[in-house]
């Protein structure tokens, strides 16, 4: 039989019963509809949640806790530990009040700590603007080679490691100054110096501290004499493998690192949970959209049971009996999946414009996420499901036998 | 019509599944060669022991009362039953219809089978009707429906004479519900006769039809005999029938009781049924 001679036969079995052809095929139809809308469902509600996560706190900064293991880990050896790993910025973070004094011995209060709190960041940029603060000047605008600082406040800061004057002399202190270098004890006078980086001695002996800025600007937050004294270091790191890596180096010191990844696992792990309960649900809700195919081919081959015997007299092979029905089958989950998702997505669109203009449920409107591999991939499931559902019928077809329908005949 | 077949008058039982010699040097196969056929069902035995040939060109009546297991015979023949016992060749190959399916296919395919009831496909057009056994083979949709007009033809399709290609077409359109019982046995036999079979079996083709029906059907069956040379068995009641028939077997309780060859048709000189029923002519 060619392939017109299929069609021919299944639009005569759908011409013979369009309304039972009709519910059918929504049957499977609102099976592929359900799944999609529930995969788009939870596809949206995960990037909604992500996308909230990481808009408080940056996907690259790993919140690093100093007080652990029983006692309080000094803010610049997570910094010195961090090095090398990609980290980029350290920020301090404080949960509790305190203040940050300059170093220059005046006493004057740069900042509160207060301000920063965990809460919402904002971006990147936004949390590196700030930082300049405690040094006292901001850099220049789109300056995000240095920063300025006080003579003073730099010497202070590192005079227990290194002089100042040596620094050039030994090679390893990148440190570049720009305008007036003089640098004359309890000087307050502000001259620029472009700090490229530092070297300093840290509790873990030997480790180079290459802190471009803002990185040296926390380094400088952190230090001093005890009056800054974070809670937690947040590591914002270049991309997820420094991150890792940072993240590996404290796991080893044992120190307690969090990151937004470990929530969005968390709500990985809850949508999954989810998915699994939904899953079993709509598992059932398959099953029996199968059965139903299989019923409904079994009818057909029923209702034509004298009509396949006639065929099979006439010199049908078995597979071209089976045939018939596999390609109804094949036709059937193709059309279901197409118009499981033609409704699909106007179920979405419909849900998206009326939440849309519902204030208290705008929220809602971009938590339908529809992915052409979700698509595909149901409607490769449709058809496959549709597939293995004609298996039975169409060998129960195939094994009608010419004698089985005609012996009525007499 | 009723022309004789010289070479039955050689017939033998020598050679390959009953090879016939027409002439010395020459073998005519026959159609159907069935040796000590049975069939059980249970404890009952529908056919005992049936042993005889049919050869190229005959126009065979099977014949008995009911329950004699005429369409038993006719349906193993068609190759859409089962035997127990004995062997039944077609043209020298033997029927096997367990455990080799593929063959049973390609047997029905030279086989053209007219039921009863009509067996007619409801929903299908009179043109897919007919064309169906070339939809099984895959022939073209334009050789089919060429090779269907022509079998029409040899039924006398459509009545209405002369058809013109609108009638024709007309006809084609038509649902097998729309027509009258003879017109619907017609078709059928044009379904059995598009693919150019070598043999008909029609079971009881008259069995549902009116008088007037019945001749037109009986001259339709006689009439691709003649002219198309195409060997047919018959089973039948009924006595309009068996008047066209150039040879009778007559069946009784599943045996072979009667080989009757008519006047115009040479008797076989050896016997076909040796220790069974006997024959007469």
């Given at each position: 039989m060619r392939l017109p001679d299929y069609l021919n036969w299944i639009r005569q079995d759908v011409r013979a019963a369009p309304l039972f052809a009709l519910l059918n095929l929504m049957g499977v139809a609102a099976t592929v509809c359900a799944v999609l809308v529930f995969l788009a469902l939870t596809a949206g509600v995960r990037e909604l949640m992500v996308d909230r996560l990481t808009r408080e706190v940056d996907l690259l900064t790993l919140e690093v806790v100093l007080e652990n293991r029983g006692g309080a880990v000094p803010a610049d050896s997570v910094v010195a530990l961090a090095?090398?790993?990609?980290?980029?910025s350290a920020i301090p973070v404080h949960a509790t009040y305190g203040q940050l004094v300059?170093?220059?011995?005046?006493?004057?209060?740069?900042?509160?700590?207060?301000?920063?709190?965990?809460?919402?960041?904002?971006?990147t940029d936004e949390r590196l603007a700030r930082i300049p603060l405690l040094a006292g000047r901001y850099p220049a605008?789109?300056?995000?080679?240095g920063v300025w600082v006080s003579e003073t406040l730099f010497s202070t800061l590192f005079s227990d490691t290194v002089r100042i004057d040596e620094l050039d002399r030994t090679g390893l202190l990148y440190v570049s100054v720009a305008g007036d270098s003089r640098v004359g004890e309890g000087s307050t006078q502000v001259i620029p110096v472009e700090v490229l980086g530092i070297l300093r001695r840290t509790p873990h002996d030997g480790i180079v501290v290459y802190a471009p800025e803002p990185l040296v600007m926390a380094v400088k937050a952190m230090?001093?004499?005890?009056?800054a004294r974070p809670d937690r270091v947040d590591l914002v790191v270049g991309n997820l493998e420094s991150l890792g890596s940072a993240r590996e180096i404290m796991r080893r010191e044992r120190i307690v690192t969090r990151s937004v990844l470990d929530r969005i696992d968390s709500v990985d792990k809850l949508l999954l949970m989810v998915r699994v309960i939904f899953f079993v649900v709509f598992a059932v809700g398959v099953v029996i959209a199968v059965f139903n195919v299989v019923i409904t081919l079994t009818t057909y081959v029923l209702q034509r049971r004298r009509e396949v015997g006639v065929l099979s007299a006439l010199g049908a092979t078995r597979g071209q009996v089976q045939g018939i029905f596999v390609l109804h089958a094949l036709l059937l989950g193709a059309t279901g999946a197409v118009v499981g998702t033609g409704i699909c997505l106007t179920v979405i669109a419909a849900a998206r414009a009326l939440f849309a203009h519902v204030d208290s449920l705008q929220?809602?409107?971009?938590?339908f996420r529809l992915s052409p591999v979700h698509v595909g991939s149901v409607a490769a499931a449709a058809v496959i499901l549709s597939l293995l559902a004609s298996i039975l019928p169409s060998r129960f077809a195939a094994a009608i036998t010419p004698i089985d329908t005609l012996r009525s005949d007499g | 019509m009723a022309r004789p077949m010289r070479w039955m008058s050689l017939w033998n039982r020598s050679g390959v599944a009953g090879a016939v010699s027409e002439e010395p040097g020459r073998s005519v196969r026959p159609v159907y060669d069935l040796r000590a056929v049975g069939k059980k069902a249970g404890e009952a035995r529908?056919?005992?022991d049936l042993t005889f040939q049919v050869l190229p060109g005959e126009f065979c009546g099977i014949t008995g009362p009911s329950g004699a297991g005429k369409s038993t015979l006719l349906n193993i023949l068609g190759a859409i039953d089962t035997y127990t016992d004995g062997a039944v060749f077609f043209r020298g190959v033997p029927l096997m219809?367990?455990?080799?399916p593929r063959d049973a296919v390609r047997q029905r395919r030279s086989i053209g089978f007219v039921f009863q009831s009509f067996?007619?496909?409801?929903?299908?057009s009179v043109l897919d009707n007919v064309a169906l056994p070339l939809s099984l083979r895959r022939i073209s949709r334009p050789e089919a429906v060429a090779r269907v007009r022509e079998a029409l033809r040899s039924v006398n399709l459509?009545?209405?004479?002369?058809?013109g290609d609108r009638e024709v077409d007309d006809f084609l359109s038509?649902?097998?519900?729309?027509?009258?019982g003879g017109e619907q046995q017609r078709v059928a036999i044009a379904r059995a006769l598009v693919s150019g079979p070598e043999v008909i079996l029609a079971d009881e083709?008259?069995?549902?039809?009116?008088t007037r029906n019945s001749g037109d059907v009986l001259d339709v069956l006689a009439s691709i005999h003649t002219t198309q040379k195409i060997t047919v068995l018959l089973v039948t009641h009924s006595d309009q029938a068996l008047e066209h028939c150039r040879r009778i077997l007559r069946l009784r309780d599943g045996e072979l009781v009667e080989d009757i060859h008519g006047p115009s048709v040479q008797r076989p000189?050896?016997?076909?049924g040796e220790g069974r029923g006997g024959e007469t002519s």
């Open positions: 090095w090398g790993s990609g980290t980029r300059t170093a220059d011995g005046t006493g004057e209060v740069m900042a509160a700590f207060e301000s920063y709190r965990p809460g919402p960041l904002g971006s605008s789109g300056d995000t080679s230090g001093g004499d005890g009056h929220i809602m409107a971009g938590m | 529908i056919l005992k219809l367990t455990g080799r067996h007619l496909l409801p929903r299908l459509p009545s209405r004479a002369p058809a038509r649902f097998p519900a729309t027509l009258s083709p008259t069995g549902n039809l009116d000189r050896a016997a076909t």
